[in-house]
């Protein structure tokens, strides 16, 4: 396989030979470990095996600057699974010790899935589960451990290659091995495998992973406005770039891998069998799929019907038979008419060509008391997306883990629901899981490019899927774009996302080659599930946000990505022409629901009476008005009001606390009568005020006289003394008295 990769691509293979280096077979107590090396964009990404976890299937550890990640693969050869869906998991875990923190937890452990964990572990399936052998059934984990973390270099990147390399020496069976590059984009140059603080100045940050045949197998970033012809040159440099991994561990495999295993042979329908499913049940499919006016709970209930009736008939004449294999045999009948009908006619199930997009309607200020909310309907894809806006406190925190010193806090964020009634279904209510976290991650690197910087509030997008036909996370991303100029945030352009799909038709002599295919835009449920692809893209007339590749074969060559990427521009373009026709530009004229931010600011002498005992005041205030005081900087504080009347009725308490709390203002240079209040070692205790807090005058400024104790003075509590003022300190605030000024002869002015 190597060889042929080198005889077909002699660039690629020099560059290989000068790229990496082998470390042979040191010994290392007692176990034998060997290191390949690849420099990949001029920082070398070093394989290690044979040194930790030995009795797994294969184990691989894979270091980037000072982050270092171990993947393992594990197969059990006793459980083996009768779903056609391949038996895989993944999970990759973040350790606190591994960037040297303590986990801020009760019992100080790492507890549940962290969002970046969730996203990762999506991240490595994607990347590695369209290349297992059609057939395999044994269940298989991969898990990816983060031992080390420089905070320089994300370990995502490392987690592919490593579940790459572990998976190639292991004697499981797999296609691969892959390679997993990130490429940047600063200034119009392409940076292959940028750093975490050159991410911060790039206009794009997608990860590809390719195969050794120079096809795509996964991608997922997002972009700032990117064009298709860069975004394109991009993928183009990350596929010549992940040759090298591949060849690294093509190099290990052949030295140190494990024969592989056989993949077993399923229990697989005959063809003698699937001959019989065609001649009952092809026709009524075919017949099912040309009815456009079936919807998709309609069209399924045709096809199960058909389902049942075909399984019954079959029973008879393969009476030894097992069920599921007679159902394999009608769902390949089912499966081949619905891929051939669109190949051959070019007509969809629901009667578009292979450009056409859904129906599609948009409203926005659906309900009035929320500060920004849109329906967006497709076809029977329906989202309800609404806009919160909160203050500065409410903002996401970094994790504690991958937080580097001058990152800020999230102050936009995306949370997307599907709910168990958007596919008509009986499930729990509220339950987030990776599917969830994904799909608004993906919706919110859409819309992030468009959020502006300094934005004063913080922006909670949620996003409710009520009806699901497919492509509900692109239908988040329009839905979402609605709803942010409905709530009146300055976004700068609108945003939509669209789900491209492919349906192809291999080469019937190699089986690799792939002969015919069918690009489809805005796919339904059903294209997605009887499909080869998800391609699912967002972006504005300035160009691409966000990009997530899935497919189901092993990759595609670049051709293809090109023709989905360019079919997907044309179809937002329209979608974004219908979504103008609703709200074109951010809402200028504010609602009444829209909350109020303003500065308060309070003289430092006051800031205590102010405050209160504990922060009661501030705490009291918000119990009432629901306004949030956040003190900023001494005497400044930022006011939060849900609404405006939230706001005056804020006011209101705020200049009651005020006036109750008031007192006289002092003149500089002015002589006042105190009174004593405490008598100390090294000075007195006094005030000029009943409502005022007592000032502090130390021993040096009662007297010219040098004295060990006021009381050498006959100073007492409660007794009125006079003093001069001399304004206040202006860090503190707190008031300047002095007694012993005046013992000068001085012309004086007495309150």
Same mark, same amino acid.
């Given at each position: 396989?190597?060889?042929?990769?080198?005889?077909?691509?002699?660039?690629?293979?020099?560059?290989?030979?000068?790229?990496?280096?082998?470390?042979?077979?040191?010994?290392?107590?007692?176990?034998?470990?060997?290191?390949?090396?690849?420099?990949?964009?001029?920082?070398?990404?070093?394989?290690?095996?044979? &040194?930790?976890?030995?009795?797994?299937?294969?184990?691989? *550890?894979?270091?980037?600057?000072?982050? /270092?990640?171990?993947?393992?693969?594990?197969?059990?050869?006793?459980?083996?699974?009768?779903?056609?869906?391949?038996?895989?998991?993944?999970?990759?875990?973040?350790?606190?010790?591994?960037?040297?923190?303590?986990?801020?937890?009760? &019992?100080?452990?790492?507890?549940?899935?962290?969002? &970046?964990?969730?996203?990762?572990?999506?991240?490595?399936?994607?990347?590695?589960?369209?290349?297992?052998?059609?057939?395999?059934?044994?269940?298989?984990?991969?898990?990816?451990?983060?031992?080390?973390?420089?905070?320089?270099?994300?370990?995502?990147?490392?987690?592919?290659?490593?579940?790459?390399?572990?998976?190639?020496?292991?004697?499981?069976?797999?296609?691969?091995?892959?390679?997993?590059?990130?490429?940047?984009?600063?200034?119009?140059?392409?940076?292959?495998?940028?750093?975490?603080?050159?991410?911060?100045?790039?206009?794009?940050?997608?990860?590809?992973?390719?195969?050794?045949?120079?096809?795509?197998?996964?991608?997922?970033?997002?972009?700032?406005?990117?064009?298709?012809?860069?975004?394109?040159?991009?993928?183009?440099?990350?596929?010549?770039?992940?040759?090298?991994?591949?060849?690294?561990?093509?190099?290990?495999?052949?030295?140190?891998?494990?024969?592989?295993?056989?993949?077993?042979?399923?229990?697989?329908?005959?063809?003698?069998?699937?001959?019989?499913?065609?001649?009952?049940?092809?026709?009524?499919?075919?017949?099912?799929?040309?009815?456009?006016?079936?919807?998709?709970?309609?069209?399924?209930?045709?096809?199960?019907?058909?389902?049942?009736?075909?399984?019954?008939?079959?029973?008879?004449?393969?009476?030894?038979?097992?069920?599921?294999? =007679?159902?394999?045999?009608?769902?390949?009948?089912?499966?081949?008419?619905?891929?051939?009908?669109?190949?051959?006619?070019?007509?969809?199930?629901?009667?578009?060509?292979?450009?056409?997009?859904?129906?599609?309607?948009?409203?926005?200020?659906?309900?009035?008391?929320?500060?920004?909310?849109? =329906?967006?309907?497709?076809?029977?894809?329906?989202?309800?997306?609404?806009?919160?806006?909160?203050?500065?406190?409410?903002?996401?925190?970094?994790?504690?883990?991958?937080?580097?010193?001058?990152?800020?806090?999230?102050?936009?964020?995306?949370?997307?629901?599907?709910?168990?009634?958007?596919?008509?279904?009986?499930?729990?209510?509220?339950?987030?899981?990776?599917?969830?976290?994904?799909?608004?991650?993906?919706?919110?690197?859409?819309?992030?490019? *468009?959020?502006?910087?300094?934005?004063?509030?913080?922006?909670?997008?949620?996003?409710?899927?009520?009806?699901?036909?497919?492509?509900?996370?692109?239908?988040?991303?329009?839905?979402?774009?609605?709803?942010?100029?409905?709530?009146?945030?300055?976004?700068?352009?609108?945003?939509?996302?669209?789900?491209?799909?492919?349906?192809?038709?291999?080469?019937?002599?190699?089986?690799?080659?792939?002969?015919?295919?069918?690009?489809?835009?805005?796919?339904?449920?059903?294209?997605?599930?009887?499909?080869?692809?998800?391609?699912?893209?967002?972006?504005?007339?300035?160009?691409?946000?966000?990009?997530?590749?899935?497919?189901?074969?092993?990759?595609?060559?670049?051709?293809?990505?090109?023709?989905?990427?360019?079919?997907?521009?044309?179809?937002?373009?329209?979608?974004?022409?219908?979504?103008?026709?609703?709200?074109?530009?951010?809402?200028?004229?504010?609602?009444?629901?829209?909350?109020?931010?303003?500065?308060?600011? *309070?003289?430092?002498?006051?800031?205590?009476?102010?405050?209160?005992?504990?922060?009661?005041?501030?705490?009291?205030?918000?119990?009432?008005?629901?306004?949030?005081?956040?003190?900023?900087?001494?005497? =400044?504080?930022?006011?939060?009001?849900?609404?405006?009347?939230?706001?005056?009725?804020?006011?209101?308490?705020?200049?009651?606390?005020?006036?109750?709390?008031?007192?006289?203002?002092?003149?500089?240079?002015?002589?006042?009568?105190?009174?004593?209040?405490?008598?100390?070692?090294?000075?007195?205790?006094?005030?000029?005020?009943?409502?005022?807090?007592?000032?502090?005058?130390?021993?040096?400024?009662?007297?010219?006289?040098?004295?060990?104790?006021?009381?050498?003075?006959?100073?007492?509590?409660?007794?009125?003394?006079?003093?001069?003022?001399?304004?206040?300190?202006? *860090?503190?605030? &707190?008031?300047?008295?002095?007694?012993?000024?005046?013992?000068?002869?001085?012309?004086?002015?007495? /309150?």
């Amino acid at each position: 396989m190597a060889s042929c990769l080198v005889a077909k691509f002699p660039a690629v293979r020099n560059k290989v030979l000068k790229s990496y280096n082998v470390f042979r077979r040191r010994k290392w107590n007692n176990a034998s470990l060997d290191m390949i090396q690849v420099d990949i964009g001029g920082e070398p990404i070093r394989f290690s095996i044979g &040194k930790i976890a030995k009795i797994t299937d294969g184990c691989c *550890v894979a270091k980037l600057g000072e982050t /270092s990640v171990m993947a393992t693969a594990v197969c059990d050869p006793r459980k083996s699974s009768p779903s056609s869906f391949v038996p895989l998991t993944v999970d990759f875990r973040q350790k606190a010790a591994a960037a040297g923190r303590i986990p801020m937890t009760r &019992k100080r452990r790492e507890f549940g899935e962290t969002d &970046k964990e969730i996203l990762t572990s999506r991240v490595i399936d994607r990347s590695i589960r369209p290349l297992f052998p059609k057939g395999f059934s044994l269940e298989t984990q991969i898990s990816c451990n983060l031992l080390a973390l420089d905070c320089i270099n994300d370990p995502d990147i490392l987690s592919i290659n490593a579940a790459s390399a572990a998976l190639s020496l292991s004697d499981i069976p797999w296609n691969g091995p892959v390679g997993a590059v990130r490429v940047g984009l600063i200034n119009d140059k392409i940076i292959i495998n940028p750093t975490r603080q050159d991410l911060a100045k790039s206009s794009l940050n997608l990860i590809i992973t390719a195969t050794q045949e120079n096809n795509v197998v996964m991608l997922e970033g997002s972009a700032n406005h990117v064009l298709i012809k860069q975004f394109m040159e991009a993928i183009k440099a990350g596929v010549s770039e992940a040759q090298l991994i591949i060849k690294g561990i093509l190099n290990l495999q052949q030295q140190f891998g494990k024969c592989k295993r056989p993949v077993g042979k399923p229990s697989l329908a005959s063809s003698d069998m699937i001959e019989s499913a065609t001649l009952l049940c092809e026709a009524k499919f075919s017949d099912i799929f040309r009815d456009f006016t079936l919807d998709k709970m309609r069209r399924g209930m045709a096809v199960d019907a058909v389902i049942q009736e075909t399984l019954e008939k079959l029973k008879e004449s393969y009476t030894d038979c097992d069920s599921s294999i =007679l159902y394999q045999a009608i769902n390949s009948v089912y499966k081949n008419t619905f891929r051939n009908l669109v190949l051959e006619t070019g007509i969809r199930c629901d009667g578009r060509t292979m450009t056409d997009l859904r129906p599609i309607s948009c409203e926005v200020d659906t309900f009035k008391p929320l500060h920004g909310s849109a =329906l967006f309907e497709r076809g029977q894809t329906q989202v309800l997306c609404s806009v919160t806006l909160d203050s500065e406190e409410a903002a996401l925190r970094n994790d504690p883990v991958y937080e580097i010193p001058g990152d800020e806090d999230k102050n936009f964020f995306l949370h997307y629901e599907f709910p168990p009634y958007a596919t008509n279904e009986i499930g729990r209510v509220g339950k987030f899981g990776r599917r969830e976290i994904g799909h608004g991650a993906l919706a919110e690197k859409s819309l992030k490019p *468009v959020i502006p910087v300094g934005f004063p509030f913080t922006i909670r997008l949620t996003s409710e899927v009520l009806a699901s036909n497919g492509s509900s996370s692109m239908a988040t991303v329009c839905g979402g774009s609605l709803a942010l100029m409905d709530a009146g945030v300055p976004i700068s352009v609108p945003v939509a996302g669209v789900a491209i799909g492919l349906i192809t038709a291999y080469n019937t002599e190699d089986n690799t080659s792939i002969e015919k295919y069918a690009i489809l835009a805005d796919i339904l449920g059903l294209e997605d599930y009887l499909g080869d692809m998800d391609f699912k893209v967002s972006g504005s007339e300035e160009g691409i946000t966000a990009v997530q590749l899935d497919v189901k074969i092993p990759g595609l060559p670049l051709n293809i990505i090109d023709e989905s990427l360019s079919l997907a521009a044309d179809s937002w373009s329209k979608i974004l022409n219908i979504m103008n026709q609703a709200i074109s530009k951010p809402r200028e004229e504010k609602k009444k629901s829209w909350p109020v931010i303003e500065t308060l600011e *309070v003289p430092l002498h006051k800031l205590g009476q102010f405050i209160g005992s504990g922060g009661m005041n501030l705490k009291k205030i918000h119990s009432r008005t629901g306004v949030q005081l956040t003190h900023k900087e001494e005497g =400044l504080f930022s006011v939060f009001a849900p609404n405006s009347q939230a706001m005056q009725e804020a006011k209101e308490i705020v200049d009651k606390l005020l006036l109750d709390k008031m007192v006289p203002e002092f003149e500089y240079g002015a002589i006042y009568s105190a009174k004593i209040v405490e008598v100390k070692d090294s000075g007195v205790m006094v005030t000029l005020h009943p409502n005022m807090k007592p000032t502090f005058i130390k021993n040096s400024m009662l007297d010219h006289k040098k004295i060990k104790h006021s009381s050498a003075l006959g100073l007492e509590v409660d007794q009125e003394i006079l003093v001069k003022y001399f304004g206040r300190d202006p *860090v503190d605030g &707190k008031m300047r008295l002095s007694r012993s000024a005046l013992k000068t002869p001085l012309a004086l002015k007495i /309150s």
